[in-house]
């Protein structure tokens, strides 16, 4: 994410579509970042799986979360507008 941040990977749910998400945020709660989008046109997703923001300020954000064993992509992409979003699966038990 362009720098050394510290902080907690969170699980979060999305109000349209009740679709989970994931935020990074620093030790008093505050959020740094979104990682995911909620695509709510799609329909539903399983809950263990997110569609993952690694594009523009969030670029290489999932090569981060698979490092870090918080995530493994699908392998499968949605598109909104211009962008392909990678679907990933959720392997941390706190998350789910």
């Known amino acids: 994410m362009g720098g050394e941040w510290?902080?907690?990977i969170e699980r979060c749910v999305y109000s349209s579509g009740?679709?989970?998400g994931l935020d990074f945020v620093d030790?008093?709660?505050e959020q740094?970042?979104?990682l995911t989008v909620n695509?709510?046109?799609l329909g539903a997703f399983?809950?263990?799986i997110v569609a993952i923001k690694d594009y523009s300020e969030n670029e290489g954000v999932l090569a981060q979360l698979v490092a870090l064993g918080i995530v493994e992509p699908t392998g499968d992409v949605v598109r909104s507008g211009f962008?392909?979003?990678?679907?990933?699966k959720i392997l941390k038990e706190e998350l789910l």
Do not use: M, Q
């Open 83 to 88: 962008v392909r979003i990678p679907l990933a």
């Open 27 to 29: 030790s008093h709660g």
């Open 6 to 8: 510290f902080g907690n």
């Open 39 to 41: 695509v709510p046109e």
């Open 18 to 20: 009740e679709r989970a």
């Open 32 to 34: 740094i970042a979104v």
């Open 46 to 48: 399983p809950a263990n």
